[in-house]
T-cell receptor, first 114, second 111 residues
C-alpha cells in the first residue's frame, strides 16, 4: 500500500527555536497533504491543508505565521514550527490524499519544547 | 472542531470478548471511516462505509451505519491483546475533503 513517511520521528528543542518536520509520500504523488496536531489522550485536530504549488489553507485558530507550511513538490510537504514554545509540544501527524475518499497517514512526529 | 463523539471513551475487555465502539456525527456524510492508532503512532485505515450502506464486514471487524441517527458502530469480534489501541471514526467534510475525527475510544484487551 501507499506509504507516507515523516522526519524526524521525535525532536527536542529549546524554547524560541524553529523546528521543521517533513512529510513525504514515498510511492505516489499527492497534490494535497494535511497536517494534524494531537495532544495526549485527545483526538487529531486538523491544522491546515497543504496544496502543492499554492498557499496552505489554515483552520480557524491556527496561526499561519507560526506554523509555516511549504508543499514545494508532489511528494513533500514541510511544517515549520517557528519560535517554538512549550505549549507547542505535541504529536504532529501528516497525511497525503490519494483519492477523494482516501488518505494515508505518516507515523507522526513527537515535538517536545523545553 | 471535532465532527462527533465516540463512546465509550475507554473500554477494557478480556481477550476473546467482543468490543463495540460507537460514533455519532453531526453533518450529512458521503462516507464514514474507522481508523486505529497504536500509542504514539500514526493512523491505520480500517474500513470505510458509504452512506448508502448499512453494514460492512472486514475480517473480525463489523461496521454499521445509521444515517437517520447519524451514528456508526465498530464491532471487533474475538478480540486479541494486539487489538489494544485507540479507535477513531472520521468523516469527510468540506470542499477540500478534509477528515474530521471523533473523540476516539481507547481499547485495552487484557490477555
Amino acid at each position: 500500500g501507499a506509504v507516507v513517511s515523516q522526519h524526524p520521528s521525535r525532536v527536542i528543542c529549546k524554547s524560541g527555536t524553529s523546528v521543521k518536520i517533513e512529510c513525504r509520500s514515498l510511492d505516489f504523488q499527492a497534490t494535497t497533504m494535511f497536517w494534524y496536531r494531537q495532544f495526549p489522550k485527545q483526538s487529531l485536530m486538523l491544522m491546515a491543508t497543504s496544496n502543492e504549488g499554492s498557499k496552505a489553507t489554515y483552520e480557524q485558530g491556527v496561526e499561519k505565521d507560526k506554523f509555516l507550511i511549504n508543499h514545494a513538490s508532489l511528494t513533500l510537504s514541510t511544517l515549520t514550527v517557528t519560535s517554538a514554545h512549550p505549549e507547542d509540544s505535541s504529536f504532529y501527524i501528516c497525511s497525503a490524499r490519494v483519492s477523494q475518499e482516501t488518505q494515508y497517514f505518516g507515523p507522526g512526529t513527537r515535538l517536545l519544547v523545553l | 472542531s471535532q465532527q462527533g463523539e465516540e463512546d465509550p471513551q475507554a473500554l477494557s475487555i478480556q481477550e476473546g470478548e467482543n468490543a463495540t465502539m460507537n460514533c455519532s456525527y453531526k453533518t450529512s456524510i458521503n462516507n464514514l471511516q474507522w481508523y486505529r492508532q497504536n500509542s504514539g503512532r500514526g493512523l491505520v485505515h480500517l474500513i470505510l462505509i458509504r452512506s448508502n450502506e448499512r453494514e460492512k464486514h472486514s475480517g473480525r471487524l463489523r461496521v454499521t451505519l445509521d444515517t437517520s441517527k447519524k451514528s456508526s458502530s465498530l464491532l471487533i469480534t474475538a478480540s486479541r491483546a494486539a487489538d489494544t489501541a485507540s479507535y477513531f471514526c472520521a468523516t469527510l467534510i468540506g470542499s477540500a475533503r478534509q477528515l474530521t475525527f471523533g473523540s476516539g475510544t481507547q481499547l485495552t484487551v487484557l490477555p
